[in-house]
C-alpha cells in the first residue's frame, strides 16, 4: 500500500489546485510553503475557458464567476491607429460554456482553493517550511525541511515541485532551463481610476502595439491594470518610483492626471522550459517546469492544466498501487512539455511580435495578418480555440492514460 503522504513543494496556484485535486479523493497531502502565507500577489488575472472547464469539477469555476469579469472581446490595438483586431469570444459559444476569459487576479483564485483545501482533514499545509533537499529510493522521497522550529526531515510517497520559476526542486533535480529571457523587462501598474475614460471602447483585455512603448491593457474587478515596457538602462528601483509610476500612466493614457496605485511590479520576462519534467519520483509543474511571457494570459492557465492533468495520474497510481509510476510520468513529460513549447510559447511569443516588432513594414503586416483572421469568423473561431488553450487539451488530452505496447 502506498501510505506515505504526497509531499507539495510551493503553496502558489499551482501547488493548490492539485492539493485540493488529490485531497479531495482521499489521498494525503503535506504542502510545504516558505512564506507567511499562500501567494498574496495579484500577478496573474485572466482564466481561460479550458480552465474554467477544468476547474468545474471542482466547484471553483462558480466561485471564480461570482467574482470575476467577464471579457468577450479581444482587442489588438495600435498605439497611433487605434484598433485593428476585435476577437469576438461569443463564436466559441458552441465548444465551451465559458466563451469569455475570466478576469480575475490569481491571489483571489488562491484565496478560494486554500479555504477549500484547508477545510480538510488529509491535508496540512506548513507555512514558514522551506524545502531544501531532497533524496529518493524506490518507494519514496524524503524531504529535508527549513521550518520555524529548525530543520527536520519529511517522509512522502512523491514529492511533487510546483515552487515557482526559480524552482529548488528543479535545482536539486539538476534540470537545465532552457530558452531564453527577454532585455526589456515589464512594470505592472494598477489603478481604480477607470483606463475607458481616457481610451474610449476599451475591452477588458488589450494587446496595444508600438515599436517603444507597447501597451497590455487589463481589467479586473475594482481596476485596470497596465503592463509597459522597462528600457535596459533604467534600474527596477527607478521604473518602480512614484514619479514613473505616474509618468507611465500619463503617458499610455495621454493625460497629466494623478493615479491612485494600488499595485506596481517589474517583471522579468522569460521563455523556458525544463529539459526534463520528472525524476523517479519527483516531479515538476506550473512556472517550475515552464515560464513564459505574460501576453497571453498563459503561465497560470497551463500550471493548472498540469496540475489536473498530473492528479489524474496520482490518481491511477494509488488506485493500482504503486503500478505504472515511470509510464505515467514519462507521458505527463511528454503532453506538458509538447503544450508548453507548441501552444504557451508559440502564442506568446506571436503577441509579443506583434504588440513589439521595431521594423514598421513587419509589424504593419503582422497586423494586417491579425485583422484579417480576427475577421473571419472561421480562422477567428481557430484562433481563439488556440488561445483559450481548448485546442492544447483537444490535443493533448488531460491526463490520458500511458498506451500500453
Ligand atoms: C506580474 C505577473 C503577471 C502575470 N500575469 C499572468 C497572466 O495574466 N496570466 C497567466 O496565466 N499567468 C500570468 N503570470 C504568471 C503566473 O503568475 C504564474 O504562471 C503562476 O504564479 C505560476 O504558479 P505556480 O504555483 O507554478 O508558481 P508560484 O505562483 O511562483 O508559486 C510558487 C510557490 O512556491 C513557494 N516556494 C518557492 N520555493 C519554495 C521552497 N523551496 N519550499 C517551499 N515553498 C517554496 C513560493 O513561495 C510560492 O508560494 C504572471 C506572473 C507575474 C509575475
Redo the contacts with the bound molecule.
Keep these: 500500500m502506498l501510505k506515505e503522504p504526497v509531499i507539495i513543494?510551493?503553496?502558489?496556484?499551482?501547488?493548490?489546485?492539485i492539493a485540493e485535486a488529490l485531497s479531495q479523493k482521499g489521498i494525503d497531502v503535506i504542502v510545504?510553503?516558505?512564506?507567511d502565507l499562500?501567494?498574496k500577489?495579484?500577478?496573474?488575472?485572466?482564466?481561460?475557458a479550458a480552465t474554467m472547464e477544468l476547474l468545474e469539477p471542482f466547484g471553483i469555476a462558480d466561485e471564480l464567476l461570482k467574482v470575476g469579469l467577464k471579457a468577450d472581446h479581444i482587442h489588438y490595438r495600435d498605439r497611433k491607429t487605434g484598433l485593428y483586431a476585435d476577437f469576438d469570444c461569443n463564436l466559441l459559444k458552441n465548444d465551451t460554456k465559458y466563451p469569455f476569459r475570466l478576469q480575475c487576479p490569481?491571489s483571489t483564485y488562491?484565496q478560494i482553493v486554500y479555504a477549500k483545501i484547508t477545510e480538510r482533514d488529509n491535508i496540512e499545509v506548513r507555512l514558514n517550511?522551506?524545502?531544501?533537499d531532497i533524496e529518493q529510493d524506490d518507494v519514496g522521497v524524503t524531504a529535508t525541511?527549513e521550518g520555524p522550529d529548525g530543520t527536520y526531515k519529511l517522509r512522502g510517497s512523491f514529492l511533487l515541485g510546483?515552487?515557482?520559476?526559480?524552482?529548488?526542486?528543479r535545482h536539486l533535480l539538476n534540470f537545465k532551463f532552457e530558452g531564453y529571457t527577454l532585455e526589456e523587462r515589464?512594470l505592472?501598474v494598477g489603478t481604480t481610476r477607470p483606463f475607458d475614460q481616457y481610451l474610449p471602447d476599451l475591452a477588458y483585455v488589450n494587446y496595444v502595439s508600438d515599436p517603444e512603448e507597447f501597451l497590455f491593457i487589463?481589467r479586473v474587478p475594482g481596476a485596470w491594470r497596465l503592463?509597459w515596457p522597462v528600457p535596459p538602462h533604467i534600474s527596477d528601483e527607478e521604473a518602480l518610483s512614484e514619479a514613473n509610476v505616474q509618468k507611465t500612466f500619463q503617458a499610455a493614457l495621454n493625460t497629466t492626471d494623478t493615479f491612485p496605485v494600488v499595485e506596481h511590479?517589474i517583471?522579468h520576462v522569460h521563455q523556458r522550459v525544463a529539459e526534463k519534467f520528472y525524476k523517479g519520483r519527483v516531479v515538476l509543474?506550473?512556472?517550475?517546469?515552464h515560464?513564459?511571457s505574460?501576453l497571453?494570459?498563459?503561465?497560470?492557465?497551463?500550471?493548472i492544466h498540469?496540475a489536473i492533468d498530473l492528479s489524474h495520474r496520482m490518481l491511477r497510481i494509488f488506485g493500482e498501487n504503486g503500478q505504472n509510476v515511470d509510464a505515467e510520468f514519462e507521458t505527463y513529460a511528454q503532453a506538458r512539455r509538447a503544450v508548453a513549447l507548441k501552444y504557451v510559447r508559440s502564442i506568446s511569443e506571436k503577441n509579443t511580435k506583434v504588440m513589439t516588432e521595431k521594423k514598421e513594414e513587419e509589424r504593419l503586416q503582422l497586423q494586417r495578418e491579425m485583422a484579417e483572421t480576427a475577421a473571419d469568423p472561421q480562422k477567428a473561431h481557430q484562433w481563439l480555440l488556440n488561445s483559450s488553450l481548448l485546442l492544447s487539451v483537444r490535443d493533448q488530452g488531460i491526463g490520458k492514460a500511458p498506451q500500453v505496447s
Design positions: 513543494a510551493g503553496a502558489g496556484p499551482v501547488g493548490l489546485t510545504l510553503e516558505k512564506d499562500p501567494g500577489e495579484w500577478r496573474a488575472s485572466t482564466f481561460h490569481q488562491v517550511s522551506k524545502l531544501v525541511v510546483a515552487d515557482g520559476g526559480r524552482s529548488t526542486v515589464f505592472l487589463l503592463l511590479m517583471y509543474l506550473g512556472d517550475a517546469a515560464v513564459n505574460p497571453g494570459g498563459l503561465g497560470l492557465n497551463s500550471g498540469d
